[in-house]
């Protein structure tokens, strides 16, 4: 499926509980939001947004390990479409699998300069089941608040896109 930015809702209520307590604070949160069929649970909606990014993401994520790996931040590991399994401690490219549940899948990672939280949860939204992609920031020291500054345009692009994506 191409990605329809009508399909997704920008600046929704965030899903951020679980992944705020899990990281004892935070200093930034964002969530976007998009329609799914009936009957669909965290785990099948995180399945759908992780097994469907796009090549021009992984490409992305390759430069900023290649920039990021003399700082000595962590790089990661992609992992094929069919190979996307959604059990907790498994690694899927930059997300570290932490809690599952029918309706929340909790994932991050931590490093040296900033810890990160997304939740893909699944609640009723305006049209029935919605799902709602929230990421979660906290920052340790100057250089996580500006590596954040220097992403978060590449996150604000990406997110949204792959999310559309979980539209059935």
């Known amino acids: ?13 965030p899903v951020a509980e679980a992944a705020i307590a899990s990281l004892g604070g935070c200093d930034h949160v964002d969530a976007v939001a998009v329609d799914l069929a ?8 995180t399945h759908s947004v992780l097994a469907a990014t796009p090549g021009w993401v992984h490409t992305l994520l390759s430069l900023r390990d290649a920039a990021m790996k003399p700082f000595g931040l962590q790089t990661q590991t992609r992992v094929a479409a069919d190979q996307v399994t959604i059990e907790p401690g498994r690694h ?22 900033l810890d990160f939280r997304t939740s893909f949860a699944v609640r009723t939204g ?18 996580g ?6 992403i978060r345009p590449f996150h604000n692009l990406v997110v949204p896109r ?7």
């Open 126 to 143: 305006p049209q029935g089941a919605e799902g709602v992609c929230t990421t979660v920031v906290r920052c340790h020291n100057g250089g």
């Open 145 to 150: 608040r500006l590596y954040f500054r220097a």
């Open 38 to 45: 009936a009957g669909t649970t965290a785990v099948g909606f």
């Open 1 to 13: 499926m191409s990605f329809r930015e009508s399909a997704v809702r920008r600046n929704v209520v």
């Open 92 to 113: 899927l490219g930059p997300l570290r699998i932490l809690t599952v549940s029918e309706e929340e899948v909790l994932a991050g990672d931590d490093d040296k300069h």
């Open 162 to 168: 792959i999310v559309a994506r979980a539209a059935p």
